[in-house]
């Protein structure tokens, strides 16, 4: 079968490559995938350019999440079948096919689109997870940059449905007609001399107890600035390629506090109960057209690279992602 593969860490444009291999086969609890659609997330990216928080044993196939069609049953698997269109959690992902646990994978309702379908855990989870672990009640403000992003728009629609009120961070102004096209307001452009002092005026004062930043430098501290005394900096990613920047008076005299979200760590908010709920909910926005999450250009396995370097292109309506064969 044919498979996206690097066996050196680097650009993806220039150490992806399409292989021959093995089709696999599904051991006990396992099944065979046949691939329909993979996004490209930038922990994807990461994992190519050796930048993650883990390194894969090389050489690797990369890919996390997708969309496919149950190809193989291994022993023991008995919540599948054969032809069943599943999306969820895998490893290898780019390439005809693909193995993944039985029990990680999420049977979809044919109404779901594939744009849609192939994304609809890793993100969603992500930012639900994250979400829950602000400790925020109704009617308490948070704040967050890269908000045009697909996880930021979750958040803030997620948010609402909870009265937490979200101040939305954009760097181009008109990423804010394309939040209110969604129905998310409370949106600022950062490429404005005073915008930190318009985010103050949507507030009304009011104190911003967390802020979600994903995108480091300097922004970092741009965010820690709005948010009031003792309140927390989540570390969510680095859009920006810098490290995070936080000057001594907003840590000291605020009392603030500074620390990471890894969705790769299992929770210890959340029961395995509670993100399967979480998973099924999300299921059943989509199947209801209330869950809508866009692919902007789709590529083959054997333009992976291209689509790389077309994932990392600022702007973009909707995520980058691979097509089986």
């Given at each position: 079968?044919?498979?996206?593969?690097?066996?050196?860490f680097?650009?993806?444009?220039?150490?992806?490559?399409?292989?021959?291999?093995?089709l696999?086969?599904?051991?006990?609890?396992?099944?065979?995938?046949?691939?329909?659609?993979?996004?490209?997330?930038?922990?994807d990216?990461?994992?190519?350019?050796?930048?993650?928080?883990?390194?894969?044993?090389?050489?690797?196939?990369?890919?996390?999440?997708?969309?496919?069609?149950?190809?193989?049953?291994?022993?023991?698997?008995?919540?599948?079948?054969?032809?069943?269109?599943?999306?969820g959690?895998?490893?290898?992902?780019?390439?005809?096919?693909?193995?993944?646990?039985?029990?990680?994978?999420?049977?979809?309702?044919?109404?779901?689109?594939?744009?849609?379908?192939?994304?609809?855990?890793?993100?969603?989870?992500?930012a639900?997870?994250?979400?829950?672990?602000?400790?925020?009640?109704?009617?308490?403000?948070?704040?967050?940059?890269?908000?045009?992003?697909?996880?930021?728009?979750?958040?803030?629609?997620?948010?609402?449905?909870?009265?937490?009120?979200?101040?939305?961070?954009?760097?181009?102004?008109?990423?804010?007609?394309?939040?209110?096209?969604?129905?998310?307001?409370?949106a600022?452009?950062?490429?404005?001399?005073?915008?930190?002092?318009?985010?103050?005026?949507?507030?009304g004062?009011?104190?911003?107890?967390?802020?979600?930043?994903?995108?480091?430098?300097?922004?970092?501290?741009?965010?820690?600035?709005?948010?009031?005394?003792?309140?927390?900096?989540?570390?969510?990613?680095?859009?920006?390629?810098?490290?995070?920047?936080i000057?001594?008076?907003?840590?000291?005299?605020?009392?603030?506090?500074?620390?990471?979200?890894?969705?790769a760590?299992?929770?210890?908010?959340?029961?395995?109960?509670?993100?399967?709920?979480?998973i099924?909910e999300?299921?059943?926005?989509?199947?209801?057209?209330?869950?809508?999450?866009?692919?902007?250009?789709?590529?083959?396995?054997?333009?992976?690279?291209?689509?790389?370097?077309?994932?990392?292109?600022?702007?973009?309506?909707?995520?980058?992602?691979?097509?089986?064969?």
């Open positions: 079968m044919k498979a996206v593969v690097f066996d050196e680097g650009s993806p444009r220039k150490v992806l490559k399409l292989e021959e291999r093995p696999p086969e599904p051991g006990p609890g396992q099944v065979r995938v046949k691939l329909i659609l993979s996004p490209i997330h930038n922990h990216l990461m994992i190519v350019t050796g930048h993650y928080g883990y390194k894969p044993q090389l050489p690797h196939v990369p890919g996390t999440e997708a969309l496919g069609v149950v190809e193989k049953l291994g022993d023991g698997v008995t919540n599948l079948k054969l032809g069943q269109r599943v999306t959690g895998a490893s290898a992902a780019w390439a005809e096919y693909y193995l993944a646990g039985a029990q990680s994978l999420v049977p979809l309702p044919d109404g779901i689109d594939d744009a849609t379908a192939c994304q609809l855990v890793s993100m969603p989870l992500s639900w997870r994250l979400l829950g672990e602000l400790q925020v009640e109704a009617g308490e403000w948070i704040v967050q940059n890269a908000a045009n992003g697909a996880v930021g728009k979750i958040i803030a629609k997620l948010a609402a449905e909870r009265g937490v009120r979200v101040l939305n961070i954009v760097r181009r102004e008109a990423a804010v007609a394309e939040l209110k096209a969604e129905g998310i307001g409370d600022i452009s950062s490429e404005h001399q005073d915008w930190q002092e318009r985010a103050r005026a949507i507030t004062g009011a104190p911003i107890r967390r802020a979600l930043d994903s995108v480091a430098g300097r922004a970092s501290d741009e965010l820690l600035d709005l948010v009031g005394e003792e309140g927390w900096l989540i570390s969510f990613g680095a859009l920006s390629g810098r490290p995070m920047q000057s001594a008076d907003n840590l000291l005299f605020k009392r603030a506090v500074v620390k990471g979200f890894w969705a760590k299992p929770s210890s908010f959340h029961t395995p109960e509670q993100i399967r709920g979480a099924v999300f299921v059943g926005k989509a199947a209801r057209g209330e869950l809508k999450l866009p692919i902007a250009e789709v590529f083959p396995l054997e333009q992976a690279a291209e689509a790389a370097e077309a994932s990392n292109e600022k702007g973009r309506q909707g995520k980058i992602a691979i097509r089986g064969s």
